[in-house]
């Protein structure tokens, strides 16, 4: 949270928990968009893409042969944007650790 005060922003930090759980599934969330996408721009020169490429190309594949998956993701990408969209409302910077 940002507080004014006397012209200046105190920044102070909360010891509040906030429950990360809805986010658990952004990998595969991730995974069979990013594969879908990859399926359409580069499924027609998959034979002369990486194996990583091709991976993702047959992972894409996969899920657009199975609309329910397809749907299954978009349906949680929804919700894990309101979810973030939630907890910005209570707080105005998240820090989490990183590791390069």
């Given at each position: 949270?940002l507080e ?5 922003a ?6 509040e ?12 969330v ?10 359409a721009?580069y499924g ?10 091709q991976?993702?190309?047959?992972l894409?594949?996969f899920?657009?042969s ?10 949680a990408?929804?919700e894990?944007?309101?979810r ?7 707080f105005?910077i ?6 390069m």
């Open positions: 949270h004014e005060g006397g012209g200046q105190d920044i102070y930090s909360t010891t928990d906030i429950d990360m759980s809805p986010f658990v599934d952004t990998t595969a991730f995974l069979a968009l990013r594969g879908t996408s990859f399926a721009a027609s020169i998959k034979d002369s893409c990486k194996p990583e490429i991976w993702n190309i047959e894409g594949d899920v657009d199975h609309p329910e998956l397809l749907l299954e993701a978009h349906d990408l929804c894990m944007r309101k973030a969209n939630d907890l910005f409302r209570d105005d998240l820090a989490t650790p990183c590791v």
